[in-house]
């Protein structure tokens, strides 16, 4: 669900950067009392993590379509709405400058989409709230995981479509990119509940006092994340580096419903400034474009005529390696500077 900049218009698009950047600067000053030794390496560590999974797209069956996982929710259960936000934030924007994957321009818009309503709505208003009334359910943990990422999907994809009607786009009327973009959703937040369920049972099982809300029958000893640090950072380093040659070529849910509605998976992006300077950086910025070396045409047409499954490529490993490591050093940085800042004394006023 990464929006490319031709999806939206340039008021839009700086309408979305301001509400994302006060949402992150909002994070920042909430998350400094809460800070502890362990969450911010584990900031990292989860931002890797998620950031891989992230590159892997499963088929959704029947349709046509793939998915593939946002983590939005995994973020917010495993590090609280304000390091998830912070996090999810750090994870779009390497991907944006670095990867190509989703326009700077519209680099706003996704991380809204994508953070705003699992942090900051499903965690507290539907997961919390399911835990907590019904903490010593396991069943119940499932479901609140379950909904919250469903629902939380739902209405990211439903943003995305609010986005491309207020930038005018009339390539994909309201009506009909709708009906694409909530069903073919549904089906990639239905998977992505099942992860998001199973990663956060490990966690219960390995290290409760990570989560937010801990089940009572949890050990009440000294928080430690060796555990659950190594093991995501192991599962991030195998996604990253092996398993995502595993990724369905299928489109995505958004590029399937852009083409159910306007017969193309892609829009021309307008020939403006504002437009051009945003992809004249990122075509700066993006080293690892699509997740894969720089290449001439002639070898990428070779590539595309010879495509096969899996697709073992030296470039998707060492993007998914590297892409994982940008995050864990810029949200791990961003978190140490958080921590390191509220440790300094305030100067005092004569």
Known sequence: MHMADALISPAVGGA???ASAGLIGYSCKKIKSELSDSKVPLMGVVGAFVFSAQMINFTIPGTG????????????ILLGPWAGFIVMASILTVQALFFADGGIL??????FNMGFWTCFVMYPLVYKKIVRQHHSSQSKLFWGSMIAAVVGLQLGA???VLQTVLSGISELPFAGFLAAMQPIHLGIGIVEGFITA????FVVKAQPQLLEITIPQADKSPVSIKLVAASLLIAAVITGGALSWFASGHPDGLEWSMFKTSGAEELDTPDNAVYDKSSGLQEMTAFLPDYGFKESEVAVAAEETAESWPAVSVGTTVSGLVGGLLTLALAFGIGFLLKFKRKIPSPAVS
């Open 16 to 18: 979305f950067w301001a």
């Open 65 to 76: 379509s793939s998915g593939h996982l946002g983590g939005g929710m995994i973020l917010a």
């Open 106 to 111: 519209a680099l706003g818009c996704n991380i």
């Open 158 to 160: 439903f943003n995305v």
């Open 198 to 201: 199973g990663v956060v049972a």
